[in-house]
């Protein structure tokens, strides 16, 4: 936990990459007389994968959406160049929980891939080099097959490897990843650790994702951020287990 | 100059009214209903993807309402102050259900009745009879004239550039709001425009359909389509095409059985949500 100090430098590992790190100081959601997160600080560095964990109602998935401008915040959200604060946001991708569809809708993976990323009125004509994207676009998160596929039609691990795709379609910066509670099978989940793991490897990005999985986390993730209205413990997947407040949160869960 | 075109065109036709010159309140009818089913189509088939049925019917509500106060006002025309105060509902009725998180159904069913009330508190205040708005109630599209079919052609060419324009970014905000406003869609704006737009669609055709069965021409051929559609594109067609097939044959049958055409439309309509319904199958 060696971050807490003033000096804007971050290490950065390549010349080119535009965002550092992004650095959440004080940051507080209050919705109507509920104070959902206060004082919050962390520091989210290029290239790492930094997970969030915490109980029911830890406001994890409203952190997330403060990051997004989602929410309204106090406190500050920067994101820094390797010297100085950028003044643009940074790209950011999204993987939001669930999608807010009944599940006989039609409409397949090839329509959300263009609606996300073309002009061309779906419900017309999708020209084939929309197709195309789409199918490379699809086939980082192994989902190509999935492409005439109906959105309703597909399992949880499909559904989350489709969204994560559309997610790094323009590559981001701060990939963002809410992920779902449960419906998920545990092959599903192994898979798409490992397509996190390969995508950090591939990509100059930072992952912040809201996680479910204790067993996964630890084995994936650089830096877990326990949280429950604030911060209670920070570090090294190691650092945090180790704390008291691990202890206190998840006794008998894990 | 079109209207003759399409009077030789319908009399080629082998039914007893297709006969040059005579019965041209049907010929009338049938152009009527072939531009206005496809903006009811279209347009249905959105408000059943966000879950809006319920909506759409309270803003005929709302029309029925401003008619009155149209009329109340002494227009010679009480449709314009109709479109201005159900354009004025839709936006009220979003406006609140944004601000106060309420559920929408709530929001919907106060609206709807306060609307429904006060026309016809309006309507038959100073002991006036109700009589003279039942025509509205149930619609009557063998009585458009040839100027009102122009106005509904022009609405479906502004339909067809809304939905080339805006059909994705709308799509978009009904699957995921947070996505979709983090790459940069406004989804407030667009969701109010939608509301108003259906708003005016529903107003204006109210006298030719009737407020009773309005809705349902919006709804059923979409939810028909949905029963057997697999991608946005075909359920668009298959929309469009129940929406065209029931509207015009439903005008014809009405011929025959002396019915309002109205509810012979829906009726039609709901005969191929039924059929669908049997044909859906476990879809990939």
Excluded at chain 1, 82 to 97: D, L, M, N, T
Excluded at chain 1, 208 to 229: C, Q, T
Excluded at chain 2, 184 to 206: K, N, Y
Excluded at chain 2, 222 to 230: D, E, P
């Amino acid at each position: 936990m060696n971050h807490e100090g003033t000096d804007m430098k971050c290490v950065c590992g390549e010349q080119s990459c535009g965002l550092c790190c992004t650095r959440i100081e004080n940051l507080g959601v209050r919705i109507g007389n509920e104070t959902i997160l206060k004082d919050i600080n962390l520091h989210v560095h290029c290239g790492e994968f930094t997970a969030i964990i915490g109980p029911n109602g830890a406001g994890k998935s409203t952190l997330l959406k403060a990051i997004l401008g989602e929410v309204r915040h106090t406190g500050h959200l920067k994101f820094m160049r390797s010297i100085g604060i950028r003044k643009e946001r940074p790209v950011i991708g999204y993987v939001p929980q669930n999608l807010n569809l009944d599940p006989t809708s039609p409409t397949s993976v090839l329509d959300l891939y263009a609606v996300c990323r073309s002009r061309s009125p779906v419900w017309f004509h999708i020209p084939d080099s929309v197709k195309q994207k789409a199918r490379e676009c699809l086939s980082r998160a192994k989902a190509d097959h999935l492409l005439y596929k109906r959105l309703g039609a597909l399992s949880g691990g499909e559904l989350q490897r489709v969204l994560l795709s559309l997610a790094l379609d323009p590559v981001p910066e701060l990939l963002l990843l809410d992920e779902p509670v449960s419906g998920i099978d545990q092959n599903g989940l192994e898979m798409f650790y490992n397509l996190l793991s390969d995508i950090r490897k591939n990509y100059d990005l930072s992952i912040i994702m809201v996680s479910h999985d204790l067993d996964l986390v630890v084995r994936h993730a650089d830096r877990l951020v326990l949280l429950n209205g604030t911060v209670l413990a920070n570090g090294t997947p190691q650092e945090v287990m180790e704390s008291e407040s691990f202890k206190k949160v998840f006794m008998g869960i894990w | 100059m079109a209207m003759e075109l399409w009077y030789n065109l319908v009399d080629l036709l082998p039914f007893e009214w297709a006969v040059p010159g005579k019965m041209l309140f049907m010929k009338n009818a049938l152009l009527a209903v072939l531009l206005l089913a496809p903006i009811f189509g279209m347009l249905g088939t959105m408000i059943v993807n966000r879950q809006m049925a319920f909506f759409s019917d309270a803003l005929g509500h709302g029309a029925f309402t401003g008619i009155v106060i149209g009329g109340l006002a002494g227009f010679m025309q009480p449709l314009w102050s109709a479109i201005a105060f159900s354009i004025v509902f839709s936006v009220g009725i979003s406006v609140v259900h944004h601000k106060t998180r309420m559920s929408s159904d709530t929001i919907i069913g106060v609206f709807s009745s306060i609307a429904v009330a006060a026309g016809i508190f309006l309507a038959t205040a100073g002991g006036k009879s109700f009589a003279r708005l039942n025509s509205y109630l149930v619609g009557s599209i063998l009585s458009i004239t040839p100027s009102e079919i122009a106005v509904i052609a022009i609405i479906l060419v502004v339909v067809l550039l809304y939905w080339l324009l805006f059909f994705n970014r709308l799509l978009f905000a009904s699957i995921n709001q947070v996505l979709a406003r983090s790459r940069g869609v406004h989804t407030f704006w667009l969701e109010t425009m939608f509301s108003a737009a259906i708003a005016v669609l529903v107003t204006v055709s109210m006298s030719w359909i009737g407020l009773l069965v309005i809705n349902s021409f919006l709804v059923l051929p979409a939810a028909a389509a949905r029963n057997i559609a697999r991608n946005q594109r075909q359920y668009h067609m298959i929309a469009i095409s129940i929406s065209l097939l029931s509207g015009v044959s439903g005008i014809i049958v009405s011929y025959y059985t002396e019915t309002a055409s109205g509810a012979t439309i829906v009726l039609i309509t709901a005969a191929t949500f039924l059929a669908t319904l049997f044909m859906r199958r476990r879809r990939a």
